[in-house]
């Protein structure tokens, strides 16, 4: 009995440790920032894993799988100015877990659980110039939350559950100075045209899937005149019908309509625009093209027109404007006018890229503008004419450039297409 007991407490003991907080390493190499990897578990952040070092300049528990916060956790760090906690599991924020960092300017909070940001939650924290809260679930935005971050330069709201018309007007009354506000996957239809009423140095405002069905007013205001980047993408944005709708816009370099429902422009529209450089209208239903729509925009270099339903298009419509990249597959184009990108180049454009892949061409109309694209030397998408996918159509053994032929060159192309997919 003796000796057994003895084999027992002789066997060899392994103890296995479980780590359930964040490992972190201080960088000295990286002026004090404190990089943070995650642990076997979820963590409620406290007081001792980050706390209290004054030389601290940044922290990251990105995806450290923290689910709460407590409120000393960031303790006596003065010097803190940039901390990164997305990718957690966060769902709530106490008033004062900041209250040991002022000076903190960057915070990312994005793709946790937050549903609000409590009223004063940033009062022991003016410094802030970046909020990054993409990802979460708020859908509520209470007037007065910002009203500390008179700095705040970068807001980023994307992907909650914001409703624009159920926000104050007066909700960055106090922030002035933003530059940058993402607003996507939010549902920003019918918001007040006051909402962006004290910006005055906009330089990006992002509206992808917003369930916008019409231009934006807020988006589009006097005090809007300092934007250079607009993006109003995957909407049901139907038309282009208000010839003033970018008066205000003449500080705008890129504007980004792609993926709406846009089947109509009046020809003047983006008259004011005299320094737009890109103008994408991907993935609408355009049939045509007014001859002025983009005439005289001195700077406009590139240009989409793709996936459409454009069978005509004349050059005079780009007369006076630069353009160096033009996309025009995937439309309704048997033609296009005789030397086009000579006629082009003569009237201001320095084409150096086209794109006119996957339109009906008829083959000698698409045989002839290949040899002038090959003769000036611009490039084009070659693997399109590799002689293994249809790419015309051929009914006549010459150019047919009247507009009344087209859908017979539409409908036989279509019909070869659809053989080959059967």
Same mark, same amino acid.
């Given at each position: 009995?003796?000796?057994?007991?003895?084999?027992?407490?002789?066997?060899?003991?392994?103890?296995?440790?479980?780590?359930?907080?964040?490992?972190?390493?201080?960088?000295?190499?990286?002026?004090?920032?404190?990089?943070?990897?995650?642990?076997?578990?979820?963590?409620?952040?406290?007081?001792?894993? %980050?706390?209290?070092?004054?030389?601290?300049?940044?922290?990251?528990?990105?995806?450290?799988?923290?689910?709460?916060?407590?409120?000393?956790?960031?303790?006596?760090?003065?010097?803190?100015?940039?901390?990164?906690?997305?990718?957690?599991?966060?769902?709530?924020?106490?008033?004062?877990?900041?209250?040991?960092?002022?000076?903190?300017?960057?915070?990312?909070?994005?793709? =946790?659980?937050?549903?609000?940001?409590?009223?004063?939650?940033?009062?022991?924290?003016?410094?802030?110039?970046?909020?990054?809260?993409?990802?979460?679930?708020?859908?509520?935005?209470?007037?007065?939350?910002?009203?500390?971050?008179?700095?705040?330069?970068?807001?980023?709201?994307?992907?909650?559950?914001?409703?624009?018309?159920?926000?104050?007007?007066?909700?960055?009354?106090?922030?002035?100075?933003?530059?940058?506000?993402?607003?996507?996957?939010?549902?920003?239809?019918?918001?007040?045209?006051?909402?962006?009423?004290?910006?005055?140095?906009?330089?990006?405002?992002?509206?992808?899937?917003?369930?916008?069905?019409?231009?934006?007013?807020?988006?589009?205001?006097?005090?809007?005149?300092?934007?250079?980047?607009?993006?109003?993408?995957?909407?049901?944005?139907?038309?282009?019908?208000?010839?003033?709708?970018? %008066?205000?816009?003449?500080?705008?370099?890129?504007?980004?309509?792609?993926?709406?429902?846009?089947?109509?422009?009046?020809?003047?529209?983006? %008259?004011?625009?005299?320094?737009?450089?890109?103008? %994408?209208?991907?993935?609408?239903?355009?049939?045509?093209?007014?001859?002025?729509?983009?005439?005289?925009?001195?700077?406009?270099?590139?240009?989409?027109?793709?996936?459409?339903?454009?069978?005509?298009?004349?050059?005079?419509?780009?007369?006076?404007?630069?353009?160096? =990249?033009?996309?025009?597959?995937?439309?309704?184009?048997?033609?296009?006018?005789?030397?086009?990108?000579?006629?082009?180049?003569?009237?201001?454009?320095?084409?150096?890229?086209?794109?006119?892949?996957? =339109?009906?061409?008829?083959?000698?109309?698409?045989?002839?503008?290949?040899?002038?694209?090959?003769?000036?030397?611009?490039?084009?998408?070659?693997?399109?004419?590799?002689?293994?996918?249809?790419?015309?159509?051929?009914?006549?053994?010459?150019?047919?450039?009247?507009?009344?032929?087209?859908?017979?060159?539409?409908?036989?192309?279509?019909?070869?297409?659809?053989?080959?997919?059967?």
């Amino acid at each position: 009995m003796t000796s057994l007991l003895w084999g027992l407490f002789s066997m060899p003991i392994i103890l296995v440790i479980v780590c359930a907080e964040p490992n972190c390493m201080t960088h000295n190499d990286l002026q004090n920032n404190m990089i943070c990897s995650p642990g076997s578990s979820d963590y409620i952040l406290e007081r001792g894993l %980050v706390s209290d070092n004054n030389r601290t300049i940044g922290i990251s528990l990105k995806a450290c799988r923290i689910i709460d916060i407590n409120k000393e956790s960031f303790h006596s760090l003065s010097s803190l100015e940039d901390l990164d906690l997305s990718l957690n599991s966060i769902s709530n924020l106490r008033l004062e877990i900041f209250d040991g960092a002022p000076k903190l300017m960057s915070l990312n909070l994005s793709y =946790n659980l937050l549903t609000a940001i409590p009223l004063g939650f940033f009062n022991q924290t003016p410094n802030i110039e970046l909020l990054d809260l993409r990802g979460n679930k708020i859908n509520i935005l209470e007037e007065g939350f910002l009203d500390p971050l008179k700095k705040l330069k970068h807001l980023d709201l994307a992907s909650n559950l914001l409703i624009g018309k159920q926000l104050s007007p007066y909700i960055f009354n106090i922030n002035r100075h933003i530059k940058f506000i993402d607003f996507s996957r939010n549902e920003m239809s019918d918001t007040s045209e006051l909402l962006t009423h004290a910006f005055q140095e906009m330089n990006i405002l992002n509206l992808d899937r917003c369930f916008l069905t019409g231009l934006p007013n807020f988006a589009l205001r006097h005090n809007m005149r300092t934007m250079k980047q607009l993006i109003m993408s995957t909407n049901q944005i139907n038309n282009l019908d208000n010839s003033t709708a970018f %008066v205000n816009l003449d500080n705008l370099e890129i504007l980004n309509l792609a993926h709406n429902k846009i089947d109509s422009i009046v020809g003047n529209i983006f %008259v004011p625009l005299k320094k737009v450089k890109i103008i %994408v209208l991907r993935n609408n239903k355009l049939k045509s093209i007014p001859d002025n729509l983009f005439r005289d925009l001195p700077e406009l270099a590139n240009l989409d027109l793709s996936h459409n339903l454009i069978d005509f298009i004349p050059v005079n419509a780009f007369r006076g404007a630069p353009l160096k =990249n033009l996309n025009l597959s995937d439309n309704k184009f048997t033609y296009l006018t005789d030397n086009f990108c000579l006629e082009l180049r003569n009237s201001g454009g320095k084409l150096k890229k086209i794109f006119f892949n996957d =339109n009906p061409w008829q083959c000698a109309c698409l045989f002839d503008f290949l040899a002038e694209v090959k003769r000036m030397g611009i490039s084009y998408n070659a693997v399109k004419y590799n002689g293994k996918t249809q790419v015309c159509v051929t009914e006549q053994f010459s150019c047919q450039r009247q507009q009344n032929v087209n859908a017979m060159y539409v409908k036989l192309y279509n019909n070869l297409i659809n053989h080959k997919q059967q």
